[in-house]
């Protein structure tokens, strides 16, 4: 594997990729602000640089993996990861992200530097095993030299051009939180209405109204954990960022803004900091119900 591999965050998503690229031959050197991320990284066989612009300096091909924009910004711009990259170096920003700010990065990039646009999804079941589903934007060229290494990940879908991903990610991410926010009101339907959650779960599965969150979001509910691993802020974080894009648009689209406005409530009752399924909570504790469900529920991050 030639190219040298820097990457930056190792959180729920990014340490998963970091460890899978390592397992795959590649030379990866990456950086977390959390020591025992980097750790864990470590003994998968990651390398463990001291910083950020260190990461870039040997890499051939950096990956940021990183919750926010502003943390982008934090890492590339203001500590100056972006200006330590040169000419045949290549960005690849992992980060769910606004659309304007990576097309001004771009901008910025030192001379000969190249920059794709790769947001993910899949969960971090599908971070630990490679069944990722990439949104890649770019030029032709600079794809055609990353996806070879994102394959490793998951499927990579060529989107477009630079700022096509993250739109196409957000596309996929507004679906995702409407269905997640109307599936805590069907099973409050359902039972308010003398049918029995299990009853509920197999005829959605088996039905019109079957989706991925229901087959793979509905056991956190029924665990009671309600997922942990993606929070409720990281919602709000994507759903502003849809509803900027919903500006580009010559309607209105309510479905979209009555599912930021359901997960505002649910942020304003239960904090930024919990599980991204307490959407679904507010409606079980205001209809006075339990959405408990024995099973062997293993939490999707440890399959």
């Avoid at 490793?152 to 996929?172: A, F, M």
């Avoid at 648009?249 to 309510?254: C, E, K, N, R, S």
């Amino acid at each position: 594997m030639s190219e040298v591999i820097g990457f930056v965050g190792l959180g729920n998503m990014g340490g998963p990729m970091a460890r899978r690229l390592a397992a795959a031959g590649y030379e990866v050197h990456a950086f977390d602000i959390n020591a025992d991320a980097l750790s864990v990284a470590e003994a998968a066989g990651v390398h463990a640089a001291a910083n950020a612009n260190e990461c870039a300096r040997k890499a051939d091909l950096l990956m940021t993996s990183l919750p926010r924009p502003d943390h982008v910004q934090a890492v590339m711009v203001d500590g100056g990861a972006l200006g330590e990259l040169s000419d045949g170096n290549l960005w690849i920003d992992l980060t769910t992200n606004r659309k304007e700010f990576i097309l001004d990065l771009a901008s910025q990039a030192p001379k000969g530097v190249r920059i794709v646009e790769c947001p993910v999804t899949g969960a971090v079941d599908g971070a630990r095993n490679g069944k990722l589903t990439l949104f890649a934007g770019g030029d032709q060229n600079d794809l055609d030299r990353v996806t070879p290494v994102l394959d490793h990940l998951g499927r990579v879908i060529h989107c477009g051009e630079i700022g096509t991903g993250n739109v196409t990610k957000l596309v996929t991410n507004q679906l995702w939180f409407i269905h997640a926010a109307s599936l805590g009101e069907a099973f409050a339907l359902g039972m308010s209405n003398g049918v029995e959650l299990d009853v509920l779960w197999d005829a959605i599965k088996d039905s019109v109204g079957d989706s991925f969150v229901a087959r793979h979001d509905a056991p956190s509910i029924f665990a009671g954990h309600y997922d942990p691993s993606f929070t409720l802020d990281l919602c709000m974080k994507d759903l502003g960022l849809t509803m900027e894009l919903a500006g580009n648009v010559g309607t209105d689209l309510p479905l979209t803004e009555r599912a930021y406005e359901t997960f505002e409530r649910a942020t304003e009752r239960f904090g930024p900091d919990v599980g991204e399924l307490h959407v679904a909570k507010r409606i079980e504790d205001d209809a006075d119900l339990s959405f408990r469900l024995d099973g062997d529920w293993v939490p999707h991050w440890e399959k």
